[in-house]
Structure formats: C-alpha cells, structure tokens
C-alpha cells in the first residue's frame, strides 16, 4: 500500500490531522524534517491556529510524527521541527 493510501485510508485520523500530515509530508526534505510554523500551516491550510495545534497533538498520539521544539539563542521559541514517521 502507498504512503498516501495508506494516510487516507486510516480511519484513526481526523479529515484536518490527515490534512496536516500531507501538508508536512510534502514540505518536508530528504530526511523527513519539516519546521513550517503553526501560523504558516494555518495560513496555507485555511484552518486556526487551534485545529493546527489539535492535529499536531493527534498525529503525535497515533505516533505519525515526532516533535523538537526549537528555541533561540535568546531562549525565546521559534518554529518547531516535525519528524514524519
């Protein structure tokens, strides 16, 4: 089975935590590493910053991605890198 059949054929996921991994999927580089913001995502995606942040929190329970929070060297965050896995 594909990776993306495989996605949408998961009856575990939400339509917007689907949405979310795809949207990871094809931004992310060789390594499977994505760092776009939640804005960002909201933005393009045309969802709140709130279902960003659900589907996130979903796909890290159904084990789809992993989470590095990143931080500045002012200790302030920035945007976080997700795994895909």
Known sequence: MSYFNEIYGDPELSSKAKMVLLYLHDR?????????????MARELSLSRSSIKRA??????????????????????????????
């Open 28 to 40: 992310a580089n060789q390594k499977g590493e994505s760092w776009y913001a939640i804005n960002t």
């Open 56 to 85: 996130l929190a979903e796909l890290v329970r159904q084990k789809r991605i992993n989470v590095q929070h990143r931080f500045r060297n002012n200790g302030s965050c920035t945007s976080n890198t997700y795994y895909l896995i």
